[in-house]
């Protein structure tokens, strides 16, 4: 059983920073493609950052391109996400997610079909 658990949201003031952590266990993938995804209020889940582990390559959404970025620990079975220069419209439910490292790279960003999810960690920018 994969179990995957947030954690390192909170409140911040626009342009602060914030990393979030999700902690992987019970893993069966020798890798993964995993990622972040976030979902504000009324809105749809959208990807924000995915990073394939075997090889490291790393897909971003257009809107956090230079401001957000995913790693990884692979020792500590665990995978980052640093976000800088919040802006209010970052404000979301933050979840991550972990798939088996045949998903497309044309999907990567796309939440439907991860098999694996988070509870979620809330992030809140204020203005």
């Known amino acids: 059983q994969v179990q995957l658990v947030e954690s390192g949201g909170g409140s911040v003031q626009a342009g602060g920073s914030l990393r979030l952590s999700c902690a992987v266990s019970?893993?069966?993938?020798?890798?993964?493609?995993m990622g972040w995804f976030r979902q504000a209020p009324g809105k749809e889940r959208e990807g924000v950052a995915v990073v394939y582990t075997d090889s490291g390559t790393t897909f971003y959404a257009d809107s956090v391109k230079g401001r957000f970025t995913i790693s990884q620990d692979n020792a500590k079975n665990t995978l980052y996400l640093q976000m800088n220069s919040l802006k209010p419209e970052d404000t979301a439910m933050y979840f991550c997610a972990a798939d088996s490292p045949g998903r497309s790279w044309s999907r990567a960003l796309t939440p439907l079909g991860y098999n694996y999810w988070g509870q979620g960690t809330q992030v809140t920018v204020s203005s």
């Open positions: 019970g893993y069966i993938y020798s890798s993964y493609c």
